[in-house]
């Protein structure tokens, strides 16, 4: 053990009151009274042409609404994956990444049932280690790979529902918007985004809603949101100036409306400030993530992301839904009643993620048995494996 | 060494309890093939080794939990869904437990002949468990001798709670009046002569007309 915890104790104290969101109690009332008074109508038509940095909804008639968990469903089926891998390694002479899906199915009602499997997908040689055309390669990294995950899990989670049983819904992991896809170039997006939407496409021409699980949510568009609401520079009805406003506060101590707003997430806010009964869910919100206008290559807008937050009983999730979806009440109404339901009988996170988790993560046994199989073979072409030194100092250490 | 003939050649396939997951010279770890459904503690059961040598063994020990070690099981039932309701509601549990049995070799046949000893190599790895059907049972425990390796036993039951179990599984296998009953219990007396105590508590364990 080399982490001497004496030395970093006093700290840890320290950091941990520091993040206690109780000396922002009295700037609460303001959130609250902000999200009573909202007005969607002023909303969207200070938004139209505004200056601002801050991620938010997209404008709406009724932000504040919230509904209560739906009847429940007597029979259903749902199918969750997810997926985790063994990246390329330069210690090691063979070159290759590893791409494990963890592939759950389970029914619900006369006949219950359930599929549990693993798909592993094997990538070697050097089209397939490198990303882009000859003339700007990029490779395989833990980066990049995290996009390609999201799109062979939507893909394998199409597979799982090919042949399924009605009402049908399929679950991820995490977010359906793929961030990660703003800092990294172009061709990691033409690698990724095709398969991804392909997918996505799959659900919608089958009509099978498609949604996705974020526990324990660190967003803020609606706190961010509720900055626009109180926000009175210039005043009400007109645009939205941050550029101005900051500069004043150094010019002329100028102080915004809208830092009275506490630094609290989404989640906080429908846990503490407005809460959200256990079943009960948020209004549905319009992602305006910049990302989501790749999803709309062919002109629609059914593959935007849109979101709410529901109190699944042990905490606030944020589920996100495709567009398509959060048109059709019915579908939203599905969604929200089998979410809860999934977090209820897995003791609060979708049992059928846990158990796709359980069955992508490679462990460390996992991790040697494909390394052995490796040195097999490269045995059985006459090839010993020699370590490199780095890599070869952690199996054998030594005083 | 005893050498009865064998009454029924091994099966395969079709019927079996499961499958053997770790072996020894001992005895052998089986997965059952369906949750929760294993043979009895005391059970006599075979299992091939090859196409002339069969393993015969006791059943002596049963458990149900998670396949990973790292997950324990949690409760997941209420006052309103318990037992077979709880299995319905999840239906992935059946993926994620298994039920395994222990079991303590008592012989094997080899070439026709049953003998009482220890088999001389392990059953295989991932082979078969199959019940021993009342002729094998007869043609098994025809001789009693055998039941001095089963009191030798040391493993998670107490060896006479195994003997007795071993007892009263064969005694309602043969419906036979007790008269294999009551041949069993001369030779435990004659093996446990020197252990009287012992000898009382396996033999008011068995209890036959309770069974």
């Not at chain 2, 003998?115 to 043609?139: I, K, S, Y």
Request: proline share 7%.
């Amino acid at each position: 053990m080399t982490l001497d915890l004496a030395r970093i104790a006093g700290q840890i104290a320290a950091m941990v009151a520091d993040l206690h969101p109780d000396d922002q109690r009295e700037r609460f009332a303001a959130l609250e009274h902000t999200w009573e008074t909202i007005d969607g109508a002023d909303i969207r038509s200070r938004l139209d042409g505004a200056k601002h940095s801050f991620l938010l909804p997209a404008p709406q008639d009724s932000y504040n609404e919230r509904h209560p968990l739906p009847a429940p469903r007597e029979a259903y089926c749902v199918a969750a994956t997810d997926g985790s891998f063994i990246l390329p390694s330069r210690h090691n002479p063979a070159r290759y990444y590893l791409l494990n899906t963890g592939l759950v199915r389970l029914e619900y009602g006369p006949e219950p049932r359930a599929l549990l499997d693993s798909e592993p997908i094997l990538k070697f040689g050097e089209d397939e280690l490198m990303i882009g055309s000859p003339v700007h390669r990029i490779p395989v990294n833990g980066t990049n790979i995290g996009p390609k995950r999201a799109a062979e899990e939507l893909r394998a989670a199409a597979n799982l529902l090919a042949d399924a049983p009605e009402p049908a819904l399929a679950l991820q992991d995490g977010t359906l918007i793929l961030w990660a896809l703003e800092t990294l170039p172009e061709p990691v997006a033409a690698w990724t985004l095709p398969g991804f939407l392909e997918a996505m496409a799959w659900f919608r021409d089958y009509q099978i809603p498609l949604a996705s699980y974020v526990s324990a949510p660190g967003t803020r568009e609606i706190v961010n949101l509720m900055r626009i609401a109180i926000c009175d520079y210039p005043p009400a009805g007109k645009k939205i100036n941050c550029d101005e406003c900051r500069g004043r506060i150094l010019s002329e101590g100028h102080s915004p409306a809208c830092d009275i707003i506490p630094e609290v997430t989404d989640r906080f806010f429908f846990e503490s400030i407005e809460p959200l009964e256990p079943g009960e869910r948020s209004a549905i919100f319009q992602s305006t993530s910049q990302i989501l206008d790749r999803y709309c290559a062919d002109g629609s807008t059914d593959f935007r992301i849109d979101y709410f937050y529901l109190n699944v009983g042990l905490e606030i999730g944020r589920v996100e839904i495709p567009h398509w979806v959060s048109k059709q009440p019915e579908l939203v109404d599905f969604v929200h009643w089998a979410v809860y339901d999934q977090c209820e009988r897995g003791r609060g996170y979708p049992v059928a993620l846990q158990e796709a988790h359980e069955l992508a993560v490679l462990s460390t046994a996992d991790r040697l048995v494909m390394e052995i199989a490796i040195e097999r073979e490269l045995a059985r072409h006459g090839i010993v494996l020699t370590y490199t030194g780095k890599d070869g100092s952690k199996r054998g250490r030594f005083v | 060494m005893a050498a009865n003939v064998v009454a029924s050649s091994n099966r395969s396939g079709a019927l079996r309890h499961g499958e053997v997951i770790e072996t020894s010279t001992v005895g052998f770890l089986a997965e059952s093939d369906r949750l929760h459904h294993l043979p009895q503690l005391g059970e006599l059961v075979q299992a091939r080794i090859d196409d002339d040598l069969t393993a015969y063994a006791v059943v002596s020990f049963g458990e149900t939990s998670g396949i990973d070690p790292g997950r324990r099981a949690v409760r997941r039932g209420s006052p309103d869904s318990a037992d077979n309701d709880v299995y319905a509601r999840h239906p992935e549990l059946d993926h994620v437990l298994r039920t395994i049995f222990r079991t303590a070799a008592v012989g094997y046949a080899q070439d026709g002949r049953i003998r009482h000893a220890l088999p001389p190599v392990p059953v295989p790895l991932h082979f078969g468990v199959q019940p021993c059907d009342e002729d094998d049972v007869r043609a098994f425990c025809e001789r009693t001798d055998y039941l001095a390796s089963l009191l030798a036993y040391r493993g998670e039951v107490a060896a006479e709670q195994l003997v007795a179990a071993h007892l009263r599984w064969v005694d309602a296998t043969l419906d036979d009046d007790h008269e294999w009953l009551g041949r069993a219990c001369r030779t435990l007396a004659r093996l446990m002569k020197r252990d009287y105590d012992r000898l009382v508590i396996l033999l008011e364990s068995i209890d036959p007309d309770n069974s």
